[in-house]
């Protein structure tokens, strides 16, 4: 129940977007900022929400796999939308990093590129560079990096609702808080204290007899 109503508050956030920029002038090279910046944020809570769900078996494999493949494809997207604010300034001789939303979603771009970066090693680095550290270590600090990286990602977009670029072209922000109301309970209550590993397992003891 959780994830239909993350995948719905995604749709509705996103379906949004998507009318306003049907709907707003196009700018270049500033209209590919809003729409790259909606698919990074789009198939990177995807990639997220993907592994929501107890896996097991062949499944877990697949949605890893696919899991890696949607948020290396999200980051290629953030790039490009962030090489068209940062064109879009200069054109304008505009100073860069000056709000809020800009200076938050160079955060969010940064830590996202570093989870992509350690998640892409995990996969494909050879096993014996984090053999010290342990499997279950590194799937801890990957997973938590990947619930602060997406909070990062969102904090940006509810940023960006309130720029003067949605508030020319859209003047129903409600909608946008709804979808990010919806996202954040779904995702929020799926994570428990065990998929943060706060939670030990525990070990059964064998009772021999007398």
Known sequence: MLAVVAQLGLFIYFGTLTGVLTKAPWV????????????????????????????????????????????????????????????????KKKEHFTSNHALLGCAAV?????????????????????????????????????????????GTLWLAVVTNWVKRNFNQEWIFYLGMGMLAVGLVGQITPSRLYLTRKRKSVAVSAP
């Open 28 to 91: 270049y090279p500033y209209s590919w900022h809003p729409i790259f910046m909606g698919l990074y944020g789009f198939v990177a809570t995807e990639g997220i929400l993907l592994l929501q769900p107890s896996e097991t078996g062949k499944q877990r494999a697949l949605s890893r796999t696919v899991h890696g493949v949607l948020l290396s494809l999200s980051f290629v997207c953030a790039i490009i939308g962030f090489w068209a604010i940062y064109d879009n300034k200069d054109r």
């Open 110 to 154: 940064f830590v996202f590129a570093l989870q992509v970066l350690f998640g892409l090693s995990i996969a494909y680095a050879p096993k014996a560079l984090y053999r010290r550290i342990g499997q279950a270590r590194i799937t801890r600090i990957h997973r938590v990096a990947g619930y602060i990286s997406i909070a990062l990602l969102w």
